[in-house]
C-alpha cells in the first residue's frame, strides 16, 4: 500500500492549485501529482530501507553505490546497448515491410524532450520497480517468485485499458517480458540500477525520438507486429517485441536461473565455466 498512498498524497497537495487557476489541464496536474509522489518516495524510502531490510547505507542497497569511473560507463552502455538493439529489430522490421518513411526531421526540443524522458522515466522507475518493490518481492516471496511478481506489479500498474482488451493484454504481456528482463540486467550488475535505467530510459527516449520526428508510420502497420495505438502504436504490444524480449531472456538463460534458484543457479553456472 506504500506506492498507493504515496500517489493518493500527491494527488491531494496539487488539488488547492484547481483553487488557484481552475484552467489549468488535468494533464498538467496529473503530471505534477506524480512528480510530488516520486519525491515524497525518494524522502520516505531511506528510512524504509533502514528499518525493514537492516540495511545501514540505504541508497547502496536500492542500487546506487559507488562505481569506478570505468565500470560505471560500460555497464551504462551495456544497457543502453540493449536497448539499441531491441529497438533495432523493430526499426529494421518497419523498413523490410515497408511499413514507415523515413522523416529525418530531428529538432532541438524533441531531442531534448528524448533525453529527459528517458532519463526521468528510466531513473525513477528503476528506482521504484526494480530498485525497491524487486527486493520488497524477494524478501516477502523469496527469489524464486518476487521476481515474477515484481514484473506482474510492474506490468498491471502501467497497462492501458484505452487500447482495449486484446491490446492491453498485448501491452501487459511485453511490459511483464521487460520486468523480468530488467530484473535479470540488475543481477548480472551485481544489484546496480545504471543499467536497468539506461536500458529502460534507452527504450522509451529512442523510441520517442523516432516517433516524433525520425520515422512516419502508414496506416496500414499491423498492430499484431507493432503493437496497439493506431499511427503512434506502444511497440512492447506487439509481436515483434514480445519475440525480441523473450530472445533476450533466453540469451540470458544462466542469469534468469540465478534470478529464481541463487544458489542452485550459481553452482550451474560455476560447474559450467561461467564468467560474470
Known amino acids: 500500500m506504500l ?22 489541464p488535468q494533464e498538467d496536474l496529473a503530471l505534477f501529482g506524480t512528480i510530488l509522489t516520486f519525491v515524497y518516495f ?22 546506487f553505490f559507488k ?15 540493449w536497448a539499441l538493439l531491441l529497438i533495432s529489430a523493430i526499426g529494421i522490421s518497419v523498413w523490410v515491410g515497408s511499413w514507415g518513411v523515413w522523416i529525418g526531421d530531428l529538432k532541438l526540443d524533441i531531442f531534448i524532450n528524448a ?16 530498485g525497491w518493490l524487486l527486493e520488497e518481492m524477494n524478501l516477502i516471496f523469496g ?19 484505452s487500447f482495449g ?13 521487460l520486468g523480468i528482463v530488467l530484473a535479470i540486467r540488475k543481477r548480472l550488475d551485481g544489484g546496480s540500477l545504471i543499467s536497468c535505467i539506461s536500458l529502460h530510459g ?22 499484431l507486429l507493432f503493437g496497439p495505438g493506431g499511427l503512434t502504436p506502444n511497440p512492447i504490444g ?20 540465478i534470478a529464481r534458484e541463487p544458489w542452485r543457479g550459481a553452482r550451474n553456472a560455476s560447474s559450467n565455466g561461467a564468467t560474470p
Not at 202 to 223: A, D, Q
Open 3 to 24: 506506492l498507493p498512498l504515496l500517489y493518493f498524497i500527491g494527488w491531494l497537495t496539487v488539488q488547492p492549485l484547481r483553487l488557484i487557476n481552475s484552467k489549468i
Open 42 to 63: 525518494c524522502l520516505i524510502i531511506p528510512h524504509w530501507v533502514k528499518v525493514r531490510w537492516k540495511a545501514r547505507r540505504p541508497w547502496a542497497a536500492l542500487g
Open 67 to 81: 562505481l569506478s569511473k570505468n565500470y560505471f560507463l560500460v555497464i551504462f552502455w551495456r544497457g543502453l546497448s
Open 115 to 130: 533525453i529527459a524522458l528517458g532519463i526521468g522515466v528510466g531513473l525513477a522507475e528503476e528506482l521504484i520497480f526494480r
Open 143 to 161: 527469489f524464486r517468485w518476487g521476481i515474477f511478481i515484481q514484473a506482474a506489479i510492474f506490468s498491471l500498474s502501467h497497462t492501458p485499458f
Open 165 to 177: 482488451v486484446i491490446g492491453a493484454l498485448s501491452v501487459s504481456f511485453g511490459l511483464f517480458l
Open 202 to 223: 534507452g527504450l522509451v527516449g529512442i523510441w520517442f525520438l523516432l516517433n516524433e520526428g525520425l520515422i512516419s508510420l502508414l496506416p496500414n502497420t499491423p498492430s
Open 238 to 257: 506487439g509481436l515483434i517485441a514480445i519475440v525480441a524480449l523473450l530472445w533476450t531472456i533466453w540469451f540470458h538463460r544462466t542469469a534468469f536461473a
